[in-house]
């Protein structure tokens, strides 16, 4: 990787983006940089390859202490791969369907800052050497789940730089600018470990209540400002910088705009709600839009908010889980061990008067009932399985309840704190080589990369209690209203979107099917919806055989149905 220009020239890549969509970037303490990726560092794979993606074993670092920008970057992007799609052997990517072609070309890196906002968000510009100045095409894509800014790129990146798009991607204000509080050590914009004012993100301490000994800071936690009531504003933000570096990369080709360039958002779970929000956005004009099982939520219609429907799941899914037909879910996590503590929890929850079945078989029919009375179907129950077995839902909503709270580091409103732990489960430092790793190998919000959920109440129930209790307060009450989608700013804009019908985590009843109603009933009739036989919501469990044999992957489909909405929007082909 080799940096092409200094941060002084660079300046001109981004001072186009204060006008149409607002941007402005942290130019003082994060200046875009311009690199180099061709030969063994190409754009899409950083020199990986299939095989190199395929192999279980991450890109190694010369320096474990100390890797280098351009290690972290494969290793990011190893990760990121990996973490979203289905690489392997016998899934067929690669074979039947997605590319790893290796395209040369440059990055354009920066961070940038909403209007008045104290937390920033990661933006990449990938530019092939290959780009067609005839489709003059930008495919802007903001990262699934919290991921770092590479999320998106098996999504957007292995449809769009084959073809000769440019690509560009957000974290939209999430990510892995991990901090360590002990140290005040976080990243630079090259991933690297660093202190002061070249930190991506500088988290702010509680004045009320310090934090413990070794606790960890990130960006989606504890920046202070719900960054998902913005994550629209953040992908035109970044659909505005991409523009701004083509403009840069071909002066000859005149100024990229919206008006000459079509430009179109794609996503997957969070990032498929936050394309769906950038929509709303009254001075973007995308050419199309198109979103895998997007996690958004409307007033009315049936729609419900990942906090509440999530809420609801980690009281009442393992229990009700216990009631499927034997046979209908899938390991890994192993049954042996997962279905007695799933029966403690059904236990646990008739103590709290939720359920009063008379032993565990009758009330794991009674939570059964619950779950399917509130729209969860028998296939979205299964395949959240792993949710259950790897207690992801507790994490997710740990991690959204201080987003919402809008709470420093050191003062989650329910009490939990994120640390580094010893074999025996007690907090200690981070050591120099796992904190070098956080940036490239975390998916952005832990438990995970030696980064640990804890709380000093071993009791589950307390905790979650106090979670529900937590959605009343006002600040947070308010926090989730402001992540209610709207109808589209412009009623021509194509959209698709993609959702299977077994999803687990966003299931499609409380998101893609209300708001689609939404845009119906409001006159938006440029609409294309799919809900997808035998699809759940992560393509990279399906390595698993158990998983295989039941569902198949959703990223063929969106790589379809992209090909499809090109067709509408540049060869006047049917709307999708």
């Known amino acids: 990787m080799k940096t092409l220009l200094t941060a002084a020239v660079l300046a001109t890549v981004t001072a186009g983006c204060a006008g149409t969509a607002q941007m402005t970037n942290n130019m003082a303490s994060q200046p875009p940089q311009i690199t180099d990726h061709r030969g063994d560092d190409d754009l899409l794979t950083a020199g990986l390859g299939l095989k190199g993606l395929q192999s279980p074993v991450a890109p190694a670092f010369a320096n474990p202490e100390q890797p280098t920008a351009v290690e972290l970057r494969r290793r990011a992007i190893w990760a990121n791969w990996r973490g979203i799609a289905d690489l392997a052997p016998g899934g067929g990517y690669g074979e039947r369907y997605g590319s790893t072609a290796a395209v040369a070309g440059r990055e354009y890196s920066g961070v940038a800052t909403l209007p008045g906002g104290v937390s920033s968000h990661r933006v990449v510009a990938q530019i092939p050497d290959g780009f067609d100045g005839n489709k003059r095409c930008l495919l802007v894509a903001p990262s699934s789940g919290s991921r770092g800014v590479y999320g998106a790129i098996s999504v957007a990146g292995a449809w769009g730089l084959p073809k000769g798009c440019a690509v560009v991607y957000t974290d939209k204000g999430t990510g892995t600018d991990f901090v360590d509080v002990d140290t005040g050590e976080g990243t630079d914009l090259a991933g690297q470990r660093a202190i002061g004012d070249s930190r991506v993100f500088i988290p702010k301490v509680s004045a009320q209540k310090a934090p413990q000994a070794h606790e960890v800071a990130f960006k989606h936690a504890h920046s202070q400002v719900n960054p998902e009531a913005d994550w629209g504003r953040h992908v035109v933000q970044a659909a505005q910088f991409g523009l701004d570096a083509l403009s840069q990369a071909f002066p000859g080709n005149g100024q990229f705009n919206w008006d000459n360039t079509r430009v179109i958002a794609v996503g997957i779970s969070n990032g498929g709600g936050a394309v769906l929000r950038a929509a709303e956005e009254q001075g973007a004009h995308f ?71 008379a032993d565990v078989p009758a009330m794991a029919k009674q939570a059964h009932e619950i779950m399917r009375a509130s729209g969860w179907s028998d296939g979205a129950l299964a395949a959240g399985y792993a949710s259950t077995g790897f207690d992801l839902w507790r994490s997710v909503l740990v991690a959204y309840a201080s987003a919402y709270a809008q709470a420093p580091v050191g003062a989650h409103p329910c009490g939990y704190r994120y640390q580094a732990e010893s074999a025996d489960k007690q907090a200690r430092a981070a050591t120099l080589a796992e904190r070098a790793a956080w940036w490239s190998d975390s998916s952005g919000i ?63 009843q409380y998101s893609s099917i209300p708001y689609v109603a939404m845009l119906r009933e409001g006159g938006h009739n440029a609409v294309s919806f799919t809900a997808e036989d035998k699809a759940q919501h992560f393509d990279a469990f399906l390595g698993f055989p158990a998983y295989r044999q039941r569902w198949r992957p959703l990223l063929p489909e969106l790589y379809r149905g992209l090909d499809r909405m090109w067709s509408h929007i540049a060869e006047d082909g049917p709307m999708p």
């Open 446 to 508: 832990p438990p995970g990369n030696a980064v640990s959920l804890k709380h000093d109440n071993p009791d589950i129930y307390a905790q979650l209690q106090c979670l529900t209790e937590l959605r009343k307060d006002p600040v947070v009450a308010e926090s989730i209203a402001a992540t209610t989608a709207s109808m589209p700013a412009h009623k021509d804009t194509p959209i698709l979107i993609l959702h299977g019908k077994d999803d687990g985590l966003v299931p499609i």
């Open 287 to 357: 050419a199309a839009i198109v979103a895998g099982e997007p996690q958004i939520h409307v007033n009315g219609f049936g729609g419900k908010a990942l906090y509440d429907y999530g809420l609801d799941a980690m009281t009442f899914m393992p229990c009700a889980q216990l009631a499927l037909p034997d046979g209908a879910l899938p390991e890994p996590p192993a049954l042996a061990a997962a279905k007695p503590l799933m029966g403690l929890w059904c236990q646990r929850l008739k103590m709290a008067g939720r359920l009063d079945g």
